[in-house]
């Protein structure tokens, strides 16, 4: 069984760094085909790409958000890590962590974490 | 370009069908993925590849494209239908959405 869970701080004070951890399970980030991507969404708004890992630990970030954003991975432990920098009450949204599996659903996100609400507020 | 413009709400009855669409200048081109989002729950994928339905997904569910919009179709709109319905587009170097839609069963 495939399943994500978000982790990290519910409250975050502006111009900190956010860091949110997707912990997986039920398969290998280092399996051709595989994705760990993240997204967010304010209350009562859109879905927000923010970027995705590769299973050959390429990364690939939202136009908008680059320069604030970094993933990583550590593979020993089914991680993937989410860093935003300077984060503003415009960031207050809930982030979800989720995989695709381009062999069989190419850019599909096929299975998502339930989600973590980060508040962004001093 | 990832920008995908949907209608913020659909309204259907019961056993009609829903049509809910997807326009973007890059869809000819990309493949567009449909999502289900209840109220409080994380969006499950019910679409993928313009027309491909997951496993799980019933079969009143379809998707279609044409140039530069794609239809998701809901055939005998069941109650459990109404939430919220997003779209998205990709290629290799990124994916977007589109703003999403409010299915409401009248």
């Known amino acids: 069984q495939v399943t994500l869970r978000e982790s990290g701080p519910a409250l975050v004070n502006p111009t900190q760094t956010l860091t949110l951890t997707c912990n997986f399970s039920g398969f290998s980030l280092t399996t051709e085909g595989m994705c760990v991507t993240w997204i967010r969404q304010p209350p009562g708004k859109a879905l927000e790409w923010l970027g995705f890992?590769?299973?050959?630990?390429?990364?690939f970030y939202s136009t908008s958000l680059r320069a604030r954003l970094t993933i990583s991975q550590d593979t020993s432990k089914n991680q993937v890590v989410l860093r935003m920098t300077n984060m503003d009450p415009a960031d207050t949204a809930t982030y979800y962590c989720a995989r695709i599996m381009h062999s069989e659903y190419r850019y599909g996100m096929d299975v998502w974490g339930q989600g973590t609400t980060v508040t962004v507020s001093s | 370009s990832y920008e995908l413009t949907q209608p913020p709400s659909v309204s259907v009855s019961p056993g009609q069908t829903a049509k809910i669409t997807c326009s973007g200048d890059t869809l000819p081109t990309q493949f567009t993925y449909w999502y289900q989002q209840k109220p409080g729950q994380a969006p499950v994928l019910i679409i993928y590849k313009d027309t491909e339905r997951p496993s799980g997904i019933p079969e009143r569910f379809s998707g279609s494209s044409s140039g530069t919009t794609v239809t998701l179709t809901i055939h005998g709109v069941q109650a459990e239908d109404e939430a919220d319905y997003h779209c998205q587009s990709a290629d290799s170097s990124g994916t977007g959405f589109g703003g999403g839609t409010k299915l409401t069963v009248l």
């Open positions: 890992i590769d299973w050959e630990d390429d990364k």
